[in-house]
């Protein structure tokens, strides 16, 4: 079980780029999350995802930041137009449906730092 | 809105000893989670020991175990026979026992740095 994948664990952009960061979740599962860590910081909640629907993404920034988890394929967090601000490390998580006697603990990826110069 | 609190920003302590990270948390919900979580220089999240608001026994797990104080609503951690590996910030977090759009929203706290010398 290769667990949660994420990538590229590195990533530098230009100020005003996309940046797109890539989650495969754990076998079985079908729920993602994706956290922001800034610098010094705890990890902040994003958005909630299951195969083809946003639950929740109370945490998004307005403007430029999307997700989505569609029904082939890795979720996907894209940044569009960069800024320094957006420089953090990008965490993907897992878990499985609601109801699963283990669906209370989250599977976190390795992170996908960004840089933004 | 929950909030978790971690009001040691590093701690440290000697190989083979004992050591105690704190966190405090505040909600209005009376069934609820609380998690610690490790994070190593690799940056990976490492769930180290979970606790479930609706049972009294504090949560244990080889080395590790906690203090829960729902009343006072304290969650701190203990690390026994503290090992070099241990070194790593860790989070105390909290989740909402509700299903629905709480589902997987941890919040969590601001970390604490862990040192451990040899």
């Known amino acids: 079980n290769a667990g949660v994948m994420q990538n590229p664990r590195h990533l530098v952009r230009r100020r005003g780029q996309e940046a797109r960061l890539r989650c495969s979740p754990m076998?079985?599962?079908?729920?993602v999350y994706w956290y922001r860590q800034l610098p010094e910081e705890g990890l902040k909640f994003m958005v909630y995802?299951?195969?083809?629907?946003?639950?929740?993404e109370s945490g998004m920034p307005k403007e430029r930041f999307s997700a989505e988890f569609p029904k082939e394929g890795p979720s996907i967090l894209r940044i569009q137009q960069v800024v320094r601000g957006d420089s953090a490390a990008y965490f993907c998580?897992?878990?499985?449906?609601?109801?699963?006697?283990?669906?209370?603990?989250?599977?976190f990826g390795a992170g996908s730092r960004l840089t933004v110069l | 809105a929950q909030t978790v609190t971690q009001s040691q920003p590093e701690m440290s302590v000697q190989e083979a000893e004992t050591v105690t990270l704190s966190c405090t948390y505040d909600t209005s919900e009376s069934d609820y989670y609380l998690f610690w979580y490790k994070q190593p220089p690799s940056r990976q999240m490492i769930l180290v020991i979970r606790q479930e608001a609706y049972k009294q026994q504090n949560a244990t797990e080889n080395r590790f175990s906690v203090n829960f104080q729902k009343a006072a609503k304290s969650f701190s951690l203990k690390i026994s026979d503290s090992q070099l590996g241990d070194a790593a910030m860790y989070f105390c977090a909290y989740r909402s026992r509700a299903g629905g759009t709480s589902y997987g929203k941890l919040t969590f706290g601001q970390g604490t740095i862990l040192t451990v010398h040899p």
């Open positions: 076998k079985g599962h079908s729920h």
């Open positions: 998580a897992s878990s499985p449906r609601q109801g699963n006697s283990g669906a209370n603990v989250l599977t």
């Open positions: 995802l299951q195969k083809e629907n946003i639950i929740d």
